[in-house]
Protein backbone atom coordinates (compact mmCIF):
# COMPACT_ATOMS: atom_id res chain seq x y z
CA UNK A 1 0.00 0.00 0.00
CA UNK A 2 1.22 3.26 -0.93
CA UNK A 3 -0.33 6.32 0.59
CA UNK A 4 0.72 10.00 -0.89
CA UNK A 5 0.31 13.60 -1.00
CA UNK A 6 1.66 17.27 -2.01
CA UNK A 7 1.74 18.36 1.53
CA UNK A 8 5.16 17.75 3.44
CA UNK A 9 3.19 18.03 6.48
CA UNK A 10 0.66 15.76 6.16
CA UNK A 11 3.84 13.03 4.99
CA UNK A 12 5.72 13.60 7.96
CA UNK A 13 2.85 13.08 10.30
CA UNK A 14 1.88 10.04 8.39
CA UNK A 15 5.32 7.95 8.50
CA UNK A 16 5.31 7.02 11.86
CA UNK A 17 2.28 4.30 10.74
CA UNK A 18 4.30 2.80 7.93
CA UNK A 19 4.73 -1.21 8.15
CA UNK A 20 6.27 -3.60 6.15
CA UNK A 21 3.57 -3.30 3.31
CA UNK A 22 2.62 0.64 3.99
CA UNK A 23 4.67 3.48 2.94
CA UNK A 24 3.81 7.06 2.22
CA UNK A 25 5.84 9.29 -0.01
CA UNK A 26 5.78 13.01 -1.13
CA UNK A 27 4.04 12.93 -4.78
CA UNK A 28 1.49 15.36 -6.38
CA UNK A 29 -1.36 13.85 -7.58
CA UNK A 30 -1.43 16.15 -10.51
CA UNK A 31 2.08 14.13 -11.56
CA UNK A 32 1.09 10.92 -10.63
CA UNK A 33 2.94 8.52 -13.21
CA UNK A 34 2.42 4.68 -11.99
CA UNK A 35 2.12 2.04 -14.60
CA UNK A 36 -0.15 -0.80 -14.06
CA UNK A 37 0.89 -1.02 -10.25
CA UNK A 38 -1.90 -1.26 -7.89
CA UNK A 39 -5.10 -3.31 -7.41
CA UNK A 40 -6.91 -0.71 -6.18
CA UNK A 41 -6.74 3.66 -6.32
CA UNK A 42 -9.16 5.17 -3.52
CA UNK A 43 -9.19 8.90 -2.43
CA UNK A 44 -11.80 10.53 0.53
CA UNK A 45 -12.86 13.91 0.60
CA UNK A 46 -9.79 15.09 -1.08
CA UNK A 47 -10.23 15.61 -4.60
CA UNK A 48 -12.05 18.50 -4.57
CA UNK A 49 -9.19 19.92 -4.22
CA UNK A 50 -8.22 19.01 -8.11
CA UNK A 51 -8.73 20.94 -10.82
CA UNK A 52 -8.25 18.66 -13.66
CA UNK A 53 -10.24 15.25 -13.52
CA UNK A 54 -9.77 14.29 -16.74
CA UNK A 55 -5.69 13.88 -16.15
CA UNK A 56 -6.63 12.65 -13.19
CA UNK A 57 -8.99 9.48 -14.66
CA UNK A 58 -6.68 9.03 -16.83
CA UNK A 59 -3.39 8.67 -14.63
CA UNK A 60 -5.14 6.40 -12.03
CA UNK A 61 -6.53 3.93 -15.21
CA UNK A 62 -2.64 4.14 -15.99
CA UNK A 63 -2.33 2.74 -13.04
CA UNK A 64 -4.11 0.04 -12.14
CA UNK A 65 -3.67 -3.51 -12.88
CA UNK A 66 -6.19 -4.62 -15.50
CA UNK A 67 -9.36 -5.44 -13.76
CA UNK A 68 -7.94 -2.57 -10.98
CA UNK A 69 -10.73 -0.52 -9.46
CA UNK A 70 -10.86 2.94 -8.47
CA UNK A 71 -13.05 4.26 -5.68
CA UNK A 72 -13.50 8.09 -5.09
CA UNK A 73 -15.75 10.25 -3.14
CA UNK A 74 -15.45 13.72 -3.19
CA UNK A 75 -17.35 17.15 -2.60
CA UNK A 76 -20.42 17.62 -5.04
CA UNK A 77 -22.24 20.50 -6.47
CA UNK A 78 -24.02 22.04 -3.54
CA UNK A 79 -20.99 21.49 -0.83
CA UNK A 80 -20.89 24.68 1.63
CA UNK A 81 -23.64 26.68 -0.01
CA UNK A 82 -23.43 28.58 3.37
CA UNK A 83 -19.47 29.54 3.64
CA UNK A 84 -19.13 29.86 -0.18
CA UNK A 85 -21.95 32.50 0.16
CA UNK A 86 -19.96 34.12 2.58
CA UNK A 87 -16.77 33.94 1.35
CA UNK A 88 -17.72 35.32 -1.88
CA UNK A 89 -19.63 38.35 -0.17
CA UNK A 90 -16.34 39.10 2.05
CA UNK A 91 -13.96 39.17 -1.05
CA UNK A 92 -15.79 42.07 -2.67
CA UNK A 93 -15.38 44.29 0.21
CA UNK A 94 -14.09 47.34 -0.08
CA UNK A 95 -11.75 46.54 2.79
CA UNK A 96 -10.64 43.06 1.27
CA UNK A 97 -11.39 43.46 -2.64
CA UNK A 98 -7.81 44.66 -3.48
CA UNK A 99 -6.35 41.68 -2.04
CA UNK A 100 -7.86 39.21 -4.57
CA UNK A 101 -7.10 40.32 -8.10
CA UNK A 102 -6.50 36.91 -9.89
CA UNK A 103 -7.81 34.71 -7.09
CA UNK A 104 -8.16 31.25 -8.36
CA UNK A 105 -10.90 29.40 -6.82
CA UNK A 106 -9.31 26.24 -5.60
CA UNK A 107 -12.29 23.60 -6.02
CA UNK A 108 -13.46 21.64 -8.27
CA UNK A 109 -17.59 20.75 -7.34
CA UNK A 110 -18.83 19.06 -10.14
CA UNK A 111 -22.28 18.01 -10.69
CA UNK A 112 -23.39 13.90 -10.45
CA UNK A 113 -24.45 14.55 -14.44
CA UNK A 114 -20.95 16.35 -15.20
CA UNK A 115 -18.30 13.76 -13.29
CA UNK A 116 -20.94 10.68 -15.06
CA UNK A 117 -19.77 12.62 -18.40
CA UNK A 118 -15.89 12.62 -17.79
CA UNK A 119 -16.04 8.70 -16.17
CA UNK A 120 -17.72 7.68 -18.90
CA UNK A 121 -15.30 9.46 -21.36
CA UNK A 122 -12.73 7.56 -19.39
CA UNK A 123 -12.96 3.84 -21.06
CA UNK A 124 -13.24 2.17 -17.40
CA UNK A 125 -15.79 -0.53 -17.15
CA UNK A 126 -18.51 -1.18 -14.28
CA UNK A 127 -19.02 2.43 -14.31
CA UNK A 128 -20.68 4.05 -11.36
CA UNK A 129 -21.12 7.84 -10.38
CA UNK A 130 -23.71 8.83 -7.64
CA UNK A 131 -24.31 11.50 -5.15
CA UNK A 132 -24.88 11.81 -1.59
CA UNK A 133 -26.45 14.60 0.87
CA UNK A 134 -23.92 14.24 3.61
CA UNK A 135 -25.41 17.63 5.49
CA UNK A 136 -24.13 18.27 8.96
CA UNK A 137 -25.14 20.44 12.31
CA UNK A 138 -22.21 20.98 14.05
CA UNK A 139 -22.48 20.64 17.77
CA UNK A 140 -22.21 24.55 18.60
CA UNK A 141 -20.54 27.61 16.69
CA UNK A 142 -17.15 26.75 18.41
CA UNK A 143 -17.42 23.28 16.35
CA UNK A 144 -18.51 25.38 13.03
CA UNK A 145 -15.32 28.09 13.81
CA UNK A 146 -13.12 25.32 14.04
CA UNK A 147 -14.00 23.67 10.39
CA UNK A 148 -14.05 27.48 9.00
CA UNK A 149 -10.26 27.59 10.40
CA UNK A 150 -9.37 24.09 8.47
CA UNK A 151 -9.01 24.29 6.17
CA UNK A 152 -11.57 26.26 4.81
CA UNK A 153 -10.34 29.98 5.26
CA UNK A 154 -6.84 28.61 4.32
CA UNK A 155 -6.69 29.43 0.54
CA UNK A 156 -8.33 33.37 1.50
CA UNK A 157 -5.89 33.67 3.91
CA UNK A 158 -3.20 32.87 1.68
CA UNK A 159 -3.83 36.08 -0.33
CA UNK A 160 -4.08 38.55 2.61
CA UNK A 161 -1.28 40.79 4.45
CA UNK A 162 -1.13 39.27 7.81
CA UNK A 163 -2.45 42.44 8.99
CA UNK A 164 -6.14 42.14 7.04
CA UNK A 165 -5.88 38.37 8.01
CA UNK A 166 -7.87 38.41 11.70
CA UNK A 167 -10.80 40.87 10.23
CA UNK A 168 -11.82 38.99 6.95
CA UNK A 169 -11.73 35.81 9.57
CA UNK A 170 -14.08 37.64 12.10
CA UNK A 171 -16.36 38.82 9.28
CA UNK A 172 -16.75 35.54 7.79
CA UNK A 173 -16.96 33.61 11.30
CA UNK A 174 -19.77 36.53 12.03
CA UNK A 175 -21.75 36.37 9.38
CA UNK A 176 -21.75 32.27 9.15
CA UNK A 177 -22.89 32.29 12.34
CA UNK A 178 -25.56 34.37 11.82
CA UNK A 179 -26.42 32.33 8.52
CA UNK A 180 -26.14 29.12 10.15
CA UNK A 181 -27.07 29.08 13.49
CA UNK A 182 -29.99 26.59 14.34
CA UNK A 183 -32.60 27.87 17.38
CA UNK A 184 -30.89 24.87 19.62
CA UNK A 185 -27.34 26.65 19.26
CA UNK A 186 -26.17 23.67 16.21
CA UNK A 187 -24.95 25.48 13.05
CA UNK A 188 -25.95 23.69 9.74
CA UNK A 189 -23.75 23.24 6.84
CA UNK A 190 -25.01 21.26 3.39
CA UNK A 191 -22.62 18.91 2.12
CA UNK A 192 -22.52 16.75 -0.61
CA UNK A 193 -20.57 13.79 -2.13
CA UNK A 194 -19.49 12.92 -5.24
CA UNK A 195 -19.39 8.72 -5.54
CA UNK A 196 -17.20 6.97 -7.60
CA UNK A 197 -16.39 3.38 -8.68
CA UNK A 198 -14.74 2.21 -11.33
CA UNK A 199 -13.20 -0.73 -13.17
CA UNK A 200 -9.86 -1.11 -15.72
CA UNK A 201 -10.90 -3.78 -18.57
Known amino acids: MVGIDASRGMIEAARPKERKNLRFLLVDINALDYLEQFDVVFSNATLHWIKDHQRLLRNVGR???????????????????????????A?????????????????????????????????????????????????????????????????????????????FREYVIERMIEDTRQDDGRCFETFRRIHVAARRG
Not at 67 to 87: P, T
Not at 127 to 141: I, L, Q
Open 91 to 167: MPAAEFAGYFGGFDWPWYMPTVEEYSALVDASGMDDRRVWGENADRYFPDAEAMIKWIDQPSLVPFLAHLPDRARPR
Open 63 to 89: ALVQGGRLRFNFAGEGNCSHFFSVVRE
